[in-house]
């Protein structure tokens, strides 16, 4: 029992949480790979594939949660420059092979992937922690009882309007994700108020003469906008969404665009309370993505709508469970920085599963945790990682305070002494080794 205190630190519903979304992954995905498993006429290969890969996150997980959070500070520094020379090499190059150590592959028409050194990584998902992290770091710089500092608008859209603008043209969805999640950090982060309003109402006028503007918008001429090649794509799905009519299971259209979301639709018409059973699934072998972007069909159709529930409560609890780390922090840094990942967390978990069940259109957005991935299943083990660093130290703000505690009432009973006892009740995390750079410790404290 020590060695597993010793090693899983942190908030235990968090554990808790990660490891019930990564048991559920693996039961899931072993299911909803059956195409991948007759195209590569290996039964245990995918999910060996996608297992390692939940254990190297894991390991990820292990990592940084012993890590303190001052440190993540440091990480847009690097990632930022990184990912803007990556996301420009992936709109200006639809296929590079620099003697195989760099290739670059387009697949269906959209390049987010690199390979570097066959091992192949999306630079959006480094790019969205990169601006989750720069954003917490700002908006907890010059905080005041009122206010953010009158700056931090500026920097923010700065940053965020600089790589969502070039995620875009390639991943409409992951720019809108990351923009929608910087939005409500800075609605949380106390920004000012008339500003955040006024870009959220201009970008909704925008957004909505854009959307018009497609669907007047002939294909072809849609071809020919420069890094518009998604377009075509973006409109079709904004079409079949936007129809809305209702047509009989007989004639429904689960061969053409229609496909995955009739697929999707009965998978989850066809469960019950219980659903069918782990590995029961009819579906997974006519839905294409069944591992990534339409996996919580499966979930339902195998678990029922009981198990899609718990899937959705899980993620409550994550959200819920991060306001209450940060509302136990007394910096504004560690506080908006759980929350910010938690946010990019739930918000992309809602749009996989509102896809899945008919409420958005079709964005290729996977599950976190639970949909079968490379990178985008390290990263949000990352995550994990950041969330359950700050609830280490705010557990160690906690057991300081005790401690506090304790020896005011041993000084009350004594008179003196007992202040060299102070040491033995901070916690580790109070002790562990902190930044030195001045960068890393702009923390402000809470008003």
């Known amino acids: 029992m020590n060695l597993i205190n010793t090693i899983f630190k942190g908030d235990k519903v968090v554990w808790m949480i990660f490891l019930m979304l990564c048991l559920i992954s693996i039961t899931e995905v072993f299911s909803a790979s059956s195409t991948l498993t007759y195209g ?6 995918p999910i060996t594939r996608h297992t390692m890969f939940l254990l190297g996150g ?8 012993n890590i303190p959070y001052k440190w993540f500070r440091a990480l847009p520094i690097l990632l930022i420059p990184l990912s ?3 996301l420009l090499m992936l709109l200006f190059f639809d296929n590079l092979n620099i003697g195989g150590v760099f290739v670059i592959e387009k697949t269906n028409d959209a390049g987010r992937w690199i390979k570097l ?14 601006i989750i992290i720069l954003t917490a770091s700002i908006l907890s710089k010059g905080q005041t009882e009122e206010e953010a500092n009158p700056n931090a608008f500026k920097w ?25 999640t910087v939005y409500l950090m800075m609605i949380i982060g106390r920004v000012n108020t008339r500003k955040v309003v006024l870009l959220g109402g201009t970008l909704l006028s925008a957004g909505i003469i854009v959307v018009l ?11 020919k906008i420069p890094m518009g ?13 936007a129809k809305g009519e209702k047509v009989p299971a007989a004639k429904y259209d689960i061969q053409g665009d229609g496909a995955q979301v009739g697929h999707a639709r009965i998978a989850i018409a066809s469960s019950n309370i219980l659903g069918k059973g782990p590995g029961n699934s009819v579906e997974r072998d006519f839905l294409s993505q069944a591992y990534s972007d339409f996996i919580f069909a499966i979930v339902i159709e195998e678990l029922g709508l009981i198990g899609g529930f718990f899937v959705v409560f899980l993620y409550i609890c994550l959200l819920i469970r991060a306001g209450r780390i940060a509302q136990k922090c007394d910096k504004t840094f560690p506080a908006f920085l759980v929350l910010g990942v938690a946010l990019l967390l739930v918000v992309q978990a809602t749009f996989n599963m509102g896809v899945a069940v008919g409420i958005f259109p079709v964005t290729g957005q996977p ?19 950041m969330i359950l660093s700050v609830s280490r130290y705010t557990a160690g703000l906690e057991e300081a305070a005790l401690a506090n505690a304790e020896l005011v009432e041993m000084k009350t009973e004594d008179g003196e002494g007992g202040e060299e006892q102070n040491d033995s009740f901070v916690s580790e995390a109070q002790t562990a080794i902190e930044p030195t750079a001045v960068i890393l410790n702009e923390d402000s404290e809470l008003k």
């Open 40 to 45: 590569t006429q290996g039964h245990w290969g």
């Open 58 to 65: 894991a390991a990820f997980v292990v990592l940084l949660h």
């Open 84 to 86: 803007v020379v990556f």
């Open 117 to 130: 050194m066959g091992v192949p990584f999306q630079p959006s998902e480094f790019a969205k922690m990169a």
């Open 156 to 180: 923010i859209m700065g940053s965020t309007a600089l790589i969502c603008l070039l995620i875009m043209p390639e991943n409409y969805s992951t720019a809108f994700l990351l923009f929608g």
């Open 213 to 223: 503007s497609l669907l007047v918008t002939t294909d072809s001429t849609l071809e």
């Open 229 to 241: 090649h998604r377009l075509t794509t973006v409109k079709h799905r904004i079409e079949n969404f």
């Open 367 to 385: 599950l976190p945790l639970i949909s079968r991935g490379g990178t985008s299943t390290i990263v949000n083990c990352i995550y994990i990682g």
